[in-house]
Antibody, heavy 122, light 108 residues
Framework: EVQLVESGGGLVQPGRSLRLSCAAS????????MHWVRQAPGKGLEWVSG????????GYADSVKGRFTISRDNAKNSLYLQMNSLRAEDTALYYC???????????????WGQGTLVTVSS | SYVLTQPPSVSVAPGQTARITCGGN??????VHWYQQKPGQAPVLVVY???DRPSGIPERFSGSNSGNTATLTISRVEAGDEADYYC???????????FGGGTKLTVL
């Protein structure tokens, strides 16, 4: 059974940093691209970032480019999101999502975690 | 960047057919994927590549895509189908993963 378990969310002041983690199990982690998707309270889904199986291809939404960094450790079956210079508009539930593909391009999200909540407020 | 437009809400009686649309410029040339999200839960993939269903998704869920509109069709709607539904595509632009704004399906 595929499991994606996010952690690292919490309350943080504007301008500060936070690092999210996603522990994956139940599939061959390094065979698939992985992504972060967020959902602000009461709002729709917004893609944040994606990383290919070997970290060779990485993409970011314009809204986080230059502030967020995605990475993965295939030996630990883990996905990460380093979030710097956080803003109030980054407040959201952050989902870790598995792609059906090995590459970032053409992504379909076939499994999602339950999310970790990030609240940016002073 | 590419924009996907969904109706905010669709209502249907139990046993009837619900159709949720997703509009985009020449969306028929792209692969469209659909997700179901029930309150307090993570999204679930219900249709991918326009019309394919993941294992475990009932045959009542189907999809089509042509021209400027993709459609998710839910036949014989049940109370348990009440949820938000999102369409999604990949676009070779600055924000390549695009979601529609979501449609709330209400079962009357």
């Amino acid at each position: 059974e595929v499991q994606l378990v996010e952690s690292g969310g919490g309350l943080v002041q504007p301008g500060r940093s936070l690092r999210l983690s996603c522990a994956a199990s139940g599939f061959t982690f390094d065979d698939y691209a992985m992504h972060w998707v967020r959902q602000a309270p009461g709002k729709g889904l917004e893609w944040v970032s994606g990383i290919s199986w070997n970290s060779g291809s990485i993409g970011y939404a314009d809204s986080v480019k230059g502030r967020f960094t995605i990475s993965r450790d295939n030996a630990k079956n883990s996905l990460y999101l380093q979030m710097n210079s956080l803003r109030a508009e980054d407040t959201a539930l952050y989902y870790c999502a598995k792609s059906r593909e090995i590459a970032v391009a053409g992504t379909v999200f076939d499994y999602w975690g339950q999310g970790t909540l990030v609240t940016v407020s002073s | 960047s590419y924009v996907l437009t969904q109706p905010p809400s669709v209502s249907v009686a139990p046993g009837q057919t619900a159709r949720i649309t997703c509009g985009g410029n020449n969306i028929g040339s792209k692969s469209v994927h659909w997700y179901q999200q029930k309150p307090g839960q993570a999204p679930v993939l219900v249709v991918y590549d326009d019309s394919d269903r993941p294992s475990g998704i009932p045959e009542r869920f189907s999809g089509s895509n042509s021209g400027n509109t993709a459609t998710l069709t839910i036949s014989r709607v049940e109370a348990g189908d009440e949820a938000d539904y999102y369409c999604q595509v990949w676009d070779s632009s600055s924000d390549p993963v695009v979601f529609g704004g979501g449609t709330k399906l209400t079962v009357l």
